[in-house]
């Protein structure tokens, strides 16, 4: 065998066991800090400025705003690149060929919002907005034992940490107000869920599938203990 075709064989073997490297998630400061000012705004709406019956037409309404500029934007080009301009702040480059997450974000708010129930609202709201830029934040800086799909152990605990705390504090603003004990198990919980699901989720994006899932489970443990939501 030449040093050539030696080279190329080595070359091969060496491709074909190298663990493939998980893709990099872009950092964006600008981004975390407007997810947690929409957590805010919205946490807002649903405690103080709307009504559960006006809460999913304010959120649909916004949604369907949203999910129409995507409508424009993908098949005419000029659309998109001056949305992706005047979002260049908070906006990833891979939204300009995918539903960008603000979108999804609406989506998830409009369908927790439809439940009126003040407990599924705040959790998928709170854990989203906070356990989420939270996660990002403490992986990329201290995350060393890598989970799956580029997440890592401290990352994912610091999701839970954050979206408990964040979860708590919320629902003790419900009216009327539950023990702090219930409240603490019912973010604790909802986060722990939502983790697995920000990990998770590769072909949905996680601004959906988080809320979704955290509120989802927030619900059943209310349920379980005999609670109306």
């Not at 890598?146 to 890592?152: A, D, N, Q, S, V």
């Not at 964040?166 to 869920?193: D, H, N």
Request: proline share 6%; hydrophobic share 55%.
């Amino acid at each position: 065998m030449s040093g050539l075709e030696s080279a190329q064989v080595e070359t091969s073997e060496t491709i074909a066991i190298a663990p493939a490297a998980a893709p990099a998630r872009p950092s964006n400061p600008t981004r975390s800090l407007f997810h947690m000012t929409s957590a805010v705004v919205s946490l807002s709406f649903i405690l103080v400025v709307f009504t559960p019956t006006q809460l999913p037409w304010v959120a649909g309404s916004i949604a369907a705003a949203l999910w129409t500029l995507e409508a424009l934007r993908h098949p005419l080009p000029r659309v998109n690149v001056v949305l992706m301009r005047l979002f260049r702040p908070i906006a990833h480059a891979s939204e300009a060929e995918r539903i960008n997450s603000g979108t999804w974000y609406m989506t998830a708010l409009t369908l927790l919002a439809i439940t009126r129930s003040a407990w599924i609202c705040l959790v998928g709201v709170a854990v989203l907005g906070f356990a989420d830029p939270a996660a990002s934040f403490v992986g990329r800086r201290w995350g060393r034992v890598e989970l799956i799909h580029g997440r890592t152990l401290e990352g994912g605990l610091a999701f839970v940490v954050a979206g408990t705390v964040a979860g708590t504090i919320a629902l003790e603003l419900m009216k009327p107000r539950p023990e702090l004990g219930l409240a603490l198990l019912v973010a604790f919980i909802a986060s722990v869920t939502g983790a697995v699901a920000e990990m998770l989720s590769r072909r949905l994006d996680d601004n959906l599938t988080i809320p979704l899932v955290s509120a989802g489970t927030a619900a059943a443990v209310v349920l379980a203990l005999g609670r109306p939501l």
